[in-house]
C-alpha cells in the first residue's frame, strides 16, 4: 500500500514539474519478461521519477548510491520504491564490496522485474553521454548465464528542454530492446571481459541514438540557434521533433567542420545570438513586428487568466508556502554534498505534502464532518494546480512587459537585427538543403516555410 503511494507520488510530482512529456518508443518496451532500463542521467533524481512514471511497467527498481541511505527521510521511501544500495568505489578509495548488492539485482531480474540503471554512473551536466560503465552490461550478462531469465536491455533517452526549470518540456525516447541470446552467453564464458566490453560498445550506440549530444555546450548552443532560425514560424514543435531537428543539424555540422561557409555562417550566427542577449531579446519576438495593439491584447489575456486564478490559487499558495520552506531548509542544511539537495528537496516534498493533507482533513473531519473533510483535500488539490499555474501566468505576463518594453524603446537595434535574422534564415535553409541527406524525410514542406 505504502509503495503504491509513493509510485502515485512520484507520478504526480514528474507531471507537474513538466508542463509536457512526451513518449516515443514505448511499443519497444514488451509487456512481460524481465528489463535493465538503461538511460542516459543528465537531471539527477528527476531521470528516475520519469522513467518510473512513464516506462509502462511496474515496479521498477533502481540502483542507488548507498549513501543516501544516510538520510533517515529517504530511508523509507528508497526502501518502498526497492531501491538497491550500490557503494561507489570512487567513493570509498576502491574498497568495496557490492557482490550482496548485485545478487539482489540478479534475484529481482530473475523473478521476472524490472530494474533501472543508469551506466554514466553519476548524474552529470555535460552535452553529450559521458564514457559508460560496465556495471549494466555484467549484470546482464551475469544474469542470463546463470540460466533461469532472458534479459533485455531497453535504451532509455531522457532529452530535456531546459531540464532545470520548473514547467519545462521532457522527451523519454525508448529504443529497440538489446536481447541477451545466447550468443552473448556463449561469448561470455569464453571472454568474461572482452564480451563485457563488447556490450557495453553497443549499450552506448544504443543511448547515442535516442539522445541528443553535441561536443561542447557552445556548439550546442549554436545548433539550438540555428534550429530556431530554420523552423517556420507557422509550425508547432513537440519535444520529440525539437530534439530530432537538433540532432539532424548536430550531425550535419559535425559533418560539414572543414565548410567554410558552415564556419563562416556560426560566426554571424553567434554574433547574433551575443546582440540578443546584450538586449535581453529572444529571437521568437523578431519574426514579425510587434505593433501595440497585438502587445496590448497579449498583456490584457495573460493579466485576466491571472485574476480568473487568483480567488483559486491563494488558499493553496498560503497553505503549501510551508512545505517549500521546510523543504528548501531540508535540503540546504541536511545534505552531505551539493548533489544531494535537490534530491532531498523532492523527497520532503513527498513526505510533507501528504503529512499536510492529512493533519487538515483531520482537523476538518472532527470541527466539521468527514464528508467535508474530504470535499477540503479535493479543493486543496484542485487549489495547488490552479497556484501552479498562476505562476505561470505571471511569469508569462512579466515576460510580456520587459518585451513590450524593449521592443518600444529599441526601435533601430531591433529593425537592424530582425534584417539580420532575415539573412541568416535564408542562409540555414540554404545550407540545410544543401547539406541534407536525400534519404532523410523532410520535417517541413515548402508551403510550411512559404507561411
Request: aromatic residues 10%; proline residues 5%.
Given at each position: 500500500?505504502?509503495?503504491?503511494?509513493?509510485?502515485?507520488?512520484?507520478?504526480?510530482?514528474?507531471?507537474?514539474?513538466?508542463?509536457?512529456?512526451?513518449?516515443?518508443?514505448?511499443?519497444?518496451?514488451p509487456?512481460?519478461?524481465?528489463?535493465?532500463?538503461?538511460?542516459?542521467?543528465?537531471?539527477?533524481?528527476?531521470?528516475?521519477?520519469?522513467?518510473?512514471?512513464?516506462?509502462?511497467?511496474w515496479?521498477?527498481?533502481?540502483?542507488?548510491?548507498?549513501?543516501?541511505?544516510?538520510?533517515?527521510?529517504?530511508?523509507?521511501?528508497?526502501?518502498?520504491?526497492?531501491?538497491?544500495?550500490?557503494?561507489?568505489?570512487?567513493?570509498?578509495?576502491?574498497k568495496?564490496d557490492?557482490r550482496?548488492a548485485?545478487?539482489?539485482?540478479y534475484?529481482?531480474?530473475e523473478s521476472?522485474?524490472?530494474?533501472?540503471?543508469?551506466?554514466?554512473?553519476?548524474?552529470?551536466?555535460?552535452?553529450q553521454?559521458?564514457?559508460?560503465?560496465?556495471?549494466?552490461?555484467?549484470?546482464?550478462?551475469?544474469?542470463?548465464?546463470?540460466g533461469?531469465?532472458?534479459?533485455k536491455?531497453?535504451?532509455?533517452?531522457?532529452?530535456?528542454i531546459?531540464?532545470?526549470?520548473?514547467?519545462?518540456?521532457?522527451l523519454?525516447?525508448f529504443?529497440?530492446?538489446?536481447?541477451?541470446?545466447d550468443?552473448?552467453?556463449r561469448?561470455?564464458?569464453?571472454?568474461?571481459?572482452?564480451?563485457?566490453?563488447?556490450?557495453?560498445?553497443?549499450?552506448?550506440?544504443?543511448?547515442?541514438?535516442?539522445?541528443?549530444?553535441?561536443?561542447d555546450?557552445?556548439?550546442?548552443r549554436?545548433?539550438?540557434?540555428a534550429?530556431r532560425?530554420?523552423?517556420?514560424?507557422?509550425?508547432?514543435?513537440?519535444?520529440?521533433?525539437?530534439?530530432?531537428?537538433?540532432?539532424?543539424?548536430v550531425?550535419?555540422?559535425?559533418?560539414?567542420?572543414?565548410?567554410?561557409?558552415?564556419?563562416?555562417?556560426?560566426s554571424?550566427?553567434?554574433?547574433?545570438?551575443a546582440?540578443?542577449?546584450?538586449?535581453?531579446?529572444?529571437d521568437?519576438?523578431?519574426?514579425q513586428p510587434?505593433?501595440?495593439?497585438?502587445?496590448?491584447r497579449?498583456v490584457?489575456?495573460?493579466s485576466?487568466?491571472m485574476?480568473?486564478?487568483?480567488?483559486?490559487?491563494?488558499?493553496?499558495?498560503?497553505?503549501?508556502?510551508?512545505?517549500?520552506?521546510?523543504?528548501?531548509?531540508v535540503?540546504?542544511?541536511?545534505s552531505?554534498?551539493?548533489?544531494d539537495?535537490?534530491?532531498?528537496?523532492?523527497?520532503?516534498?513527498?513526505?510533507?505534502?501528504?503529512?499536510?493533507y492529512?493533519?487538515i482533513?483531520?482537523?476538518?473531519?472532527?470541527?466539521?464532518?468527514?464528508?467535508?473533510?474530504?470535499?477540503a483535500?479535493?479543493?486543496?488539490?484542485?487549489?495547488?494546480f490552479?497556484?501552479?499555474?498562476?505562476?505561470?501566468?505571471?511569469?508569462?505576463?512579466?515576460?510580456?512587459?520587459?518585451?513590450?518594453?524593449?521592443?518600444?524603446?529599441?526601435?533601430?537595434?531591433?529593425?537592424?537585427?530582425?534584417?539580420?535574422r532575415?539573412v541568416?534564415v535564408?542562409?540555414?535553409?540554404?545550407?540545410?538543403?544543401?547539406?541534407a541527406?536525400?534519404?532523410?524525410?523532410r520535417?517541413?514542406?515548402?508551403?510550411?516555410f512559404?507561411?
Amino acid at each position: 500500500m505504502f509503495h503504491r503511494a509513493i509510485i502515485s507520488l512520484i507520478r504526480i510530482v514528474a507531471n507537474t514539474f513538466f508542463r509536457r512529456i512526451d513518449v516515443a518508443g514505448i511499443e519497444n518496451v514488451p509487456a512481460g519478461g524481465p528489463l535493465i532500463f538503461a538511460g542516459n542521467h543528465p537531471n539527477a533524481l528527476m531521470d528516475g521519477f520519469l522513467l518510473i512514471a512513464k516506462c509502462g511497467r511496474w515496479p521498477l527498481h533502481f540502483m542507488a548510491n548507498a549513501k543516501l541511505w544516510k538520510y533517515r527521510l529517504l530511508r523509507p521511501i528508497l526502501n518502498a520504491t526497492g531501491a538497491v544500495p550500490v557503494y561507489r568505489s570512487e567513493e570509498h578509495d576502491g574498497k568495496v564490496d557490492n557482490r550482496g548488492a548485485f545478487e539482489t539485482l540478479y534475484e529481482l531480474i530473475e523473478s521476472g522485474s524490472c530494474v533501472g540503471i543508469f551506466p554514466e554512473g553519476i548524474s552529470h551536466v555535460e552535452p553529450q553521454l559521458v564514457r559508460l560503465k560496465t556495471g549494466t552490461a555484467r549484470v546482464a550478462l551475469a544474469v542470463t548465464a546463470r540460466g533461469k531469465a532472458a534479459v533485455k536491455i531497453i535504451p532509455c533517452g531522457l532529452n530535456y528542454i531546459h531540464r532545470h526549470r520548473f514547467r519545462s518540456q521532457v522527451l523519454i525516447e525508448f529504443g529497440k530492446p538489446i536481447e541477451i541470446g545466447d550468443r552473448w552467453v556463449r561469448d561470455y564464458r569464453q571472454d568474461e571481459q572482452g564480451t563485457v566490453k563488447k556490450l557495453t560498445a553497443q549499450l552506448a550506440e544504443a543511448l547515442t541514438s535516442v539522445t541528443l549530444n553535441a561536443p561542447d555546450w557552445r556548439t550546442l548552443r549554436f545548433i539550438q540557434a540555428a534550429r530556431r532560425l530554420y523552423k517556420p514560424a507557422s509550425v508547432e514543435l513537440r519535444p520529440g521533433d525539437y530534439v530530432e531537428l537538433s540532432r539532424r543539424f548536430v550531425d550535419g555540422y559535425l559533418q560539414a567542420l572543414d565548410d567554410p561557409e558552415m564556419q563562416a555562417f556560426r560566426s554571424d550566427v553567434e554574433n547574433y545570438q551575443a546582440r540578443l542577449d546584450l538586449l535581453g531579446i529572444q529571437d521568437h519576438q523578431l519574426r514579425q513586428p510587434m505593433t501595440p495593439g497585438y502587445a496590448f491584447r497579449k498583456v490584457l489575456i495573460r493579466s485576466l487568466t491571472m485574476l480568473a486564478l487568483l480567488p483559486l490559487a491563494i488558499p493553496g499558495a498560503i497553505l503549501h508556502l510551508p512545505v517549500g520552506w521546510i523543504a528548501a531548509t531540508v535540503g540546504e542544511r541536511f545534505s552531505y554534498e551539493m548533489d544531494d539537495i535537490a534530491t532531498l528537496k523532492v523527497f520532503a516534498t513527498i513526505l510533507l505534502l501528504p503529512l499536510l493533507y492529512l493533519i487538515i482533513a483531520i482537523a476538518v473531519g472532527i470541527y466539521i464532518g468527514w464528508w467535508w473533510a474530504l470535499f477540503a483535500v479535493v479543493a486543496l488539490s484542485f487549489s495547488f494546480f490552479a497556484s501552479v499555474r498562476l505562476i505561470e501566468a505571471e511569469a508569462s505576463l512579466l515576460n510580456s512587459l520587459l518585451s513590450v518594453v524593449r521592443l518600444t524603446r529599441l526601435g533601430n537595434e531591433v529593425d537592424e537585427l530582425r534584417a539580420t535574422r532575415a539573412v541568416l534564415v535564408d542562409k540555414v535553409r540554404a545550407l540545410a538543403e544543401r547539406l541534407a541527406n536525400p534519404g532523410t524525410p523532410r520535417m517541413f514542406t515548402a508551403e510550411d516555410f512559404s507561411q
